[in-house]
């Protein structure tokens, strides 16, 4: 019965979640409802003394990536460099690959740390204006957007800044760049068939009938003066290029022995040299933004102060599933859950742990959310099983999160929501397509991946 209690519980986080309710609330109530199952655990220790640790210590470890990823993000917005990029990269490739065009743009953007959120805001009138061009229906942007930057630039290719790729770091001690070339393969994989699939589907559709619907169109009229395209794109490029550095030579290379003491949290360079690097790197992109763009902003201050507050509802939504993957963890009846999911797969750790992060991610209609969960809970059995059977813990980390990208795109996922409105669309008529591509490929993505790692190993 208490699997039972931990069984509604989810089911609940998802239900809620997608009628809308804020997690920050919902959470520690679906905490609490699944701990009232079990009779010997106290319900007020269990939030002061499970579920509040837990969520503090998530914004402990993350505040400065989310922080210095959302000012990073707002700027490149606020100065125009973001929509600087896309529309060189859409004049570039034109309407004739319009698909093409616009999935380019929002990886780039992406892969340069650029939030989705954002990415959807600034594509939205680019791809209309291309697939108005095209005569493809509006209903498919949704798809194409999602096909760039809910995909492989979030979780497959090496170096990302995204938060995604950041979690696996301290749970196996490696850094953005885990298992590169993998990674590069998994996000071909995405890429390829997503842009497959959406060239194949607006071709088919215009056979259909299905064109661009002239009433619907928006008149987006923007006459900022925008900065050129190699001083947008500088910034990303510093960001990438710096992360690199920091992760594979400079940081490796420091004398930090003095981690081990209690002061710094009895640990070990390994375990914190990709956050230094990522931290490290989006702090000096941020300076190199305000350099290159600052007269491009207006209200500087007001971005800064805003770039920096925006971060706040994304990490402690994040954090309270944290706390709630904890409090579930910690339960009596979780022994069997686990052995559960430990023993679908026991001779290769990394389909079980792409089951459970997929499941988890789908569950809370969050990657980070659903791929924290899993690693609170079980990073650590992984990493044994991996380290007993010779596995990587770099093929670990880019499972883990290629994983959370898979099953997170179900209908009730905020960003779905979110750009589903912003394009102007619904369910009905764009979700088919971003179930393809932000979905169906990134499972294929990682079965692919999975299967390479285990032939050959981490490469």
Known sequence: MAVLGITLSLLGLMYFAYRGMNVLLLAPLMALFATLWHTDTPL?????????????????????????????????????????????????????????????????????????????????????SLFKEANFSQRYIPGAIAAGAFTFTMTALPGTPSIQNAIPM?????????????????????????????????????????????????????????????????????????????????????????LSTSLYGNTSLDKVIGTWALVAALAIGVVALLALHFKHLENPMEKINQGTLDCMLPLFNTASEVGYGQVIATLSSFVVIKGLILGLFPSNPLISEAV????????????????????????????????????????????ASMSCG????????????????????????????????????????????ITLGSLFGSF
């Open 44 to 128: 007020l220790a269990t939030i002061t003394q499970v579920y509040m640790p837990a969520l503090g210590g998530y914004v402990v470890k993350y505040l400065p990536i989310f922080l210095l990823g959302s000012l990073f993000g707002k700027l490149m917005s606020s100065s125009g460099a973001a929509e600087s990029i896309a529309q060189k990269v859409s004049s570039t490739l034109g309407s004739r690959h319009a698909i093409l065009a616009v999935i380019m743009s929002c990886a780039i953007l992406t892969y340069g740390g650029v939030s989705l959120f954002v990415v959807a805001f600034c594509m939205e009138p680019l791809a209309r």
């Open 170 to 258: 301290p749970y196996f001690g490696t850094d953005a760049f885990a298992a590169p070339i993998l990674g590069i393969i998994g996000g071909l994989v995405m890429g390829g068939l997503g842009l497959w699939w959406l060239k194949r589907r607006t071709v088919k559709g215009q056979s259909k009938g299905l064109v661009f619907e002239q009433s619907s169109e928006s008149q987006n009229k923007n006459n900022k003066t925008l900065p050129g395209f190699l001083l947008s794109i500088t910034p990303l490029l510093v960001v990438f290029v710096l992360n690199f550095i920091f992760s594979r030579y400079l940081f490796p290379a420091l004398d930090a022995s003095y």
């Open 356 to 399: 459970a992060v997929n499941v988890l991610a789908g569950i809370t209609g969050s990657a980070s959310g659903g791929l924290s969960i899993a690693l609170e809970a079980l990073g650590a059995s992984y990493l044994e099983m991996a380290n007993s059977m010779g596995i990587s813990p770099e093929l670990l980390h880019r499972v």
């Open 406 to 449: 898979g099953f997170d795109t179900l209908p009730h996922n905020g960003a779905v929501i979110t750009l589903l409105a912003i394009c102007k669309s619904d369910h009905k008529r764009s979700y088919f397509d971003i179930f393809m591509v932000a979905v169906t490929f990134p499972v294929v993505a990682t079965a692919v991946v």
